[in-house]
């Protein structure tokens, strides 16, 4: 996005990502990834989402699109929930 822009002598946006390593992990704490690395989360969040989206997707499909893929997700998960309680480890 630097390149495109061309903004890549901008200071305070260099001083901004070195210090990146300070303030991304603010907006993943409350999130357990089992030790993946940033590049594992995002491939897993593409793969999610590709049975979902497509290059054409409207913005108005995409909040739909968005919409089902979390509830979905929230089912699996409550689905989980409940096999994990009913059963023998």
Known sequence: MIEDHHIKDNSWLNSLYEDHHRWVLV????MFWAGMSTTQRIES??????????????????????????????EKEALEDFNSFHSIP
Not at 27 to 30: H, S
Not at 45 to 71: C, G, V, W
């Open 27 to 30: 907006f993943v704490k409350d």
């Open 45 to 74: 969040m593409n793969a999610y989402f590709d049975d979902y989206l497509a290059s054409k997707t409207t913005l108005k499909q995409f909040i739909h699109q968005y919409e089902n893929a979390l509830r979905n997700k929230h």
